[in-house]
């Protein structure tokens, strides 16, 4: 994986990961082989336009319009959280 | 929680499920008890069915079938689909040597999520002794091709120990050769039938220290194209691990005969009464059996781990290694520096030094 992540690529969920709501709890989860996260407020919106067909730039160019920030700084968040979650096999980039 | 014993405990996160202790293998560090339940005594296809949609229904997010052999049950795919149906995240564990193209079908068909394979070992004339059963090592690199093939999420679950654990490099490089996303470097834990043969699979403290280099430089240069999830031998360690991220808190395991256990070697610890789903439901064994009660939270905690700011991070370690080691079930796990109980484990790496290779298998 390169230092930066370009605006074009589609990110994915890795293979064997879902992401759901759970009714039990009232929240989204993100299910993995032995792995289990439940990802905060910020990461559930990023993760539900996760769909295989937006790229990365999709993505901010959404959530920039949605919560009226500057477009770098959520392309910031956007790309730190998405990488971290590549590194633990959840997203791929 | 507040330090306090939980009285309306979360939701539990996994359920594994023992469906049989039959297995064609008898691995020396097998995590079934030392007396197994015969097939007769198994819970049927309903029994488990209604397991599952009671786990379900308690908030159960991810269920394991697990053995013995999870895949000498025939009604296996049947029980994948159940929790397919209830979007719980399906797990198979399996030796994979009953594993063939019209089974790794059926499972995929019934929606099973992931596949886990073990391993004994990279060399196959030493995977099959150690495994006591010849030809398993070829059978299990052939079943886990065809997981690939059928595109399911794999992983390869690697058990080391004193007789393998210089082979760890090529355990990685299989890794990646069979396409697994994940694998696992798992040190035996000696509980049961690895308690039995410690002294022939103990490490040594150089061994040790070699597979865990291997495995943190192979974690940077594979990030984000393997997962490799490592987990080290209490005897050399200065804190306990969070067996079971604390007794009661997150998994549930049934036994084979249908017995729900906060672990799968719970039974062996003397004068608690575990809980049959035949006669209970999962919810209610899950808040109120007093056997799941026991140990769950801090409050029941011996000193040091009473006032120790660890004891919501290793909940005082695993009941099952400090009963079978000090003989009370109360006990602060002896894998615990401060544990008054803790030279036994140096005592034990000192006893199997030099110690016969032989094994004591479980048929």
């Known amino acids: ?93 | 929680m507040n330090g306090s014993s939980v009285r309306v405990p979360e939701p539990p996160l996994g359920l594994l499920l023992e469906l049989t202790h039959r297995c064609p293998l008898q691995c020396p560090y097998c995590s079934n008890p030392l007396e197994l339940q015969k097939s007769g005594a198994e819970l049927d296809t309903d029994n488990w069915l209604r397991v599952l949609d009671e786990s379900a229904a308690l908030g159960v997010l991810q269920v394991h079938f697990s053995g013995g052999e999870p895949t000498a049950r025939k009604d296996l795919a049947a029980m994948v689909k159940r929790a397919a149906q209830h979007k719980m995240y399906s797990n198979l564990i399996t030796s994979a040597v009953l594993l063939d193209q019209r089974r790794v079908a059926e499972l995929a068909e019934a929606g099973i999520d992931h596949i886990q394979i073990s391993f004994q070992d990279v060399e196959p004339e030493n995977a099959d002794r150690i495994g006591g059963y010849a030809g398993g090592h070829v059978r299990k690199l052939a079943a886990a091709r065809l997981v690939q093939q059928a595109g399911l999420p794999l992983t390869l679950n690697f058990v080391v120990h004193r007789q393998n654990a210089e082979r760890v490099p090529q355990m990685i490089a299989m890794g990646l050769e069979l396409g697994a996303g994940r694998i696992e470097v798992a040190h035996v834990q000696y509980y049961g039938w690895g308690l039995v043969n410690r002294s022939a699979l103990l490490p040594s403290r150089e061994q040790l220290d070699a597979v865990t280099a291997e495995v943190e430089s192979a974690r940077l240069r594979l990030k984000g194209r393997m997962l490799i999830d490592y987990v080290v031998p209490d005897y050399y360690a200065l804190r306990p691990k969070a067996c079971m991220g604390g007794w009661a808190r997150r998994f549930i395991n049934i036994s084979p005969a249908g017995k729900a256990l906060p672990c799968h070697a719970a039974e062996t610890l003397p004068g608690l009464a575990f809980p049959s789903v035949r006669e209970q439901s999962l919810g209610t064994i899950w808040r109120d059996a007093p056997a799941f009660q026991r140990f769950r939270g801090t409050d029941w905690m011996p000193e040091p781990c009473q006032s120790c700011d660890k004891r919501e991070i290793d909940w005082g370690g695993c009941r099952c290694q400090a009963f079978a080691l000090t003989g009370n079930i109360s006990a602060t796990d002896p894998a615990c520096a401060l544990s008054p109980d803790h030279a036994v484990m140096a005592e034990a790496v000192k006893q199997s030094r030099g110690a016969s290779l032989g094994f004591v298998y479980r048929q």
């Not at chain 1, 700084?73 to 956007?78: E, G, K, Q, S, Y």
């Open chain 1, 1 to 93: 994986m390169s230092a930066t992540v370009e605006a074009a690529v589609v990110p994915t969920f890795g293979v064997g990961v879902k992401f759901r709501f759970d009714e039990v709890r009232g929240a989204w989860i993100v299910l993995a082989p032995e792995r289990l996260f439940l990802p905060d407020e910020q990461a559930v919106e990023i993760l539900k336009l996760v769909d295989g067909h937006r790229s990365l730039g999709a993505i901010v160019d959404d959530l920039a319009v949605r919560y009226q920030a500057p477009h770098e700084l959520i392309a910031t968040d956007v790309t730190a959280m998405l990488r971290d979650l590549a590194d633990k096999g959840v997203i791929r980039l």
